[in-house]
């Protein structure tokens, strides 16, 4: 009847705000700060972890504490049960590698560790949507789809709603007196999100930028948003073993932790290729190939070059990003191709540039020329006018300039993040 099928519409939605809490305590586990709150925060990661279970089961197999019968409609079992979705094997995949997360000791648990990234992803992907699908089918069932539509918006703030939205609802009555103590909880995992965020950003970029014999590098950041959630925009700089010197600005889609998980996994990707000795364009066929293989569900975008000291010259590749700009000859070094993990046995073909002193490169994500007015961009022409009219500015001055000029633009309503990298050669 209509009150169980909202039963389980509600453990079916309680089940997606838990698999959220369960990575980003695991997260947590892996940016702890002190063995005090290690301890705390894996305390919570195991009590979230048992509930997931006690609920998938219930759902399955019945649970009077719950009151559901543990028998699906035939449509909603099938999700659980068949391809291609078969939630109840990832719901048991996902409850498995949080399991050993949560018993791995801290020394051993890192940003990059393979347990994590599952969680991550499939917190962010695929579970994700199978747990959507699932709520989705369930509510036209119930007729709830009206009631229940704000829960599925956002996975942060629907933290929050979905405890205020339960505590209405009486027919989740044996969950409303947890979800009340819970509260307090809840709103500090939306606040340890954002802590996450800020920490994460500092962790995968550089935190200084290297000397270079003859040249000056700089880059500049303005976020779409004044929230401290991740998003995908990065940059790299490092020394190759032959002394050059590899600089990357990329973007990967979308926005939150799995965004961060996905941003770690490229940058020490691309820095693994680039040690071997490959080319940029080599690199960049490498790990398209590579995550292709690893099923990423989300593109990256990638400028990637090598600068060598001693000629002053400047290989690059550009996969997806706008066209860099180089300014003594006023023009957009028109090089691109698809992004990474989009397709198989993609190529990346390659410019080289010879720096003479005063030369100015600035390479940039795409929130800086998609910045608009409507239906109106800030398109290429407003960034090679703006830096005609502006060249004799420092470097940093220079893009942070280009940046404010773009918000401004914009009416201070950014659409996505931007990040510029200048590179100028001094001598």
């Known amino acids: 009847n209509a009150e169980t099928t909202a039963r389980e519409v509600n453990v079916s939605g309680n089940q997606r705000m838990l698999s959220q809490r369960i990575t980003m305590f ?66 048991g995949n996902f409850i498995s590698k949080a399991r050993i997360i949560s018993n791995t000791p801290a020394s051993k648990l890192t940003i990059d560790n393979s347990d994590l990234r599952f969680i991550v992803t499939a917190a962010s992907g695929r579970l994700l949507d199978s747990l959507d699908e699932v709520v989705t089918k369930l509510e036209a069932e119930s007729n709830f789809q009206h009631n229940l539509q704000t829960v599925l918006q956002s996975i942060t703030l629907g933290l929050i709603l979905l405890a205020i939205l339960l505590d209405i609802l009486v027919i989740f009555r044996p969950m409303v007196r947890r979800i009340r103590e819970e509260r307090v909880e809840l709103v500090g995992a939306y606040e340890s999100e954002r802590r996450i965020a800020s920490i994460l950003q500092k962790s995968l970029v550089p935190q200084e930028i290297p000397k270079i014999k003859g040249l000056e590098i700089d880059f500049y950041y303005q976020s779409a948003t004044k929230e401290a959630e991740v998003g995908g925009d990065f940059y790299d700089f490092f ?21 961060a998980a996905e941003t770690a996994r490229v940058k020490y990707l691309l820095r693994d290729r680039a040690y071997t000795g490959l080319s940029p364009d080599q690199v960049l066929s490498s790990i398209n190939e590579a995550l292709l293989k690893q099923e990423t569900e989300r593109f990256t975008t990638l400028t990637y070059g090598i600068y060598d000291v001693k000629t002053s010259v400047f290989r690059f590749t550009n996969a997806g990003n706008p066209y860099p700009y180089f300014v003594r ?41 998609e910045a608009r007015v409507n239906a109106n ?49 001094t001598k």
Request: charged residues 30%; glycine residues 10%.
């Open 26 to 91: 695991s997260l947590l586990l892996a940016i702890g700060d002190s063995d005090e709150e290690v301890k705390e925060v894996r305390a919570d990661l195991k009590e979230d972890i048992d509930l997931m279970e006690e609920q998938h089961n219930g759902l399955m197999n019945g649970s009077t504490s719950l009151k559901l019968p543990g028998e699906l409609s035939p449509e909603v079992q099938e999700l659980f049960l068949d391809p291609p979705v078969l939630l109840d094997k990832q719901v």
């Open 239 to 259: 020394k190759l073993p032959d002394g050059r010197w590899g600089i990357v600005v990329g973007d990967i889609a979308g926005k939150g932790i799995g965004v």
């Open 329 to 369: 000859d006023d023009c957009f070094l028109t090089i691109t191709s698809l992004p990474v993990s989009v397709i198989e046995k993609q190529t990346y073909p390659f410019k080289e540039i010879k720096f003479r002193k005063n030369d100015t490169l600035i390479m940039y994500t795409d929130g800086l020329v």
């Open 377 to 425: 961009l800030f398109g290429e022409e407003r960034v090679r006018n703006y830096v005609r009219k502006n060249a004799h500015l420092g470097l940093k001055e220079l893009l942070i300039g280009l940046a404010d000029d773009a918000r401004t633009f914009s009416g201070d309503n950014l659409v996505d993040d931007i990040l510029l990298l200048g590179i100028r050669k």
